[in-house]
């Protein structure tokens, strides 16, 4: 199967700092990537969708000026928590989905805790 | 709109059982539906995807999936569990008309295998 990568995958920052996270695809390129954020114990939720070269389409209630998402080349997406708050601790996850498939492949996550 | 249900926070067998996790879907037209399988703290991990053909899907690890059109099922089955198949499982429908790469996934079932 594909492989998506996530870096890192945990971290601790200050509130009021921002935080990147770094999706990328390591044997396949992806137009499309997605982000999506997991609290505890319960399922996931899609952010936003990344798309390569162009503005990224956000769920609704997601705040775009708080995760800004950059989708610069083919197999890196990138999604950047501005001004972080303790309420924005969570699991971050992206996936990717193939061209010649039709699963989509997850990275390992990015467990994000604001103090 | 699309939604997936699973019905059971929990799902607890002894090892060498068979067992079930349940999900339900409710989509328009015809549905993309996978499993998915996560670890603590690691993304997640496909075993298999329904999108045409026959009712009975075989994927990863020994794990089978049902079809059910008339019931909107789509449990997720093994003949014999393993202490290590002990994990919190996500059924998944694609949202949208056909394989959009987005996903709306259940709840989350936590699998517990005894041995």
């Known amino acids: 199967g594909a492989v998506v990568s996530q870096h890192p995958s945990w971290v601790i920052c200050k509130s009021g700092t921002s935080v990147k996270i770094e999706c990328r695809s390591l044997d396949f390129q992806a137009t499309t990537m997605f982000w999506y954020r997991q609290f505890p114990k319960q399922s996931l939720m899609l952010m936003a969708t990344?798309?390569?070269?162009?503005?990224?389409?956000?769920e609704q209630g997601v705040e775009k000026d708080k995760f800004l998402i950059n989708h610069a080349s083919l197999t890196l997406s990138t999604l950047t928590v501005t001004s972080a708050h303790p309420e924005d601790s969570s699991f971050y996850i992206c996936?990717?989905?193939?061209?010649?498939?039709?699963?989509?492949?997850f990275g390992q996550g990015t467990r994000l805790t604001v103090v | 709109a699309q939604s997936v249900a699973q019905p059971e926070d929990q799902v607890n067998v002894a090892e060498g059982n068979p067992l079930t996790v349940k999900c339900t879907y409710s989509v328009s037209g015809n549905p993309y539906l996978f499993w998915y399988v996560q670890y603590p703290n690691r993304g997640l991990q496909f075993l298999l995807k329904?999108?045409?053909?026959?009712?009975l899907v075989k994927g990863s690890y020994g794990f089978e999936a049902e079809f059910n059109k008339s019931q909107t099922s789509f449990h997720l089955k093994k003949p014999s569990a393993l202490v290590s198949d002990s994990a919190l499982y996500f059924c998944a429908v694609s949202r949208g008309s056909g394989n959009t790469g987005k996903l709306i996934f259940g709840q989350g079932t936590t699998l517990q295998v005894k041995p």
């Open positions: 996936s990717a989905r193939v061209s010649w498939g039709t699963e989509a492949f």
């Open positions: 329904y999108i045409t053909g026959d009712n």
């Open positions: 990344s798309n390569e070269g162009s503005k990224a389409t956000y």
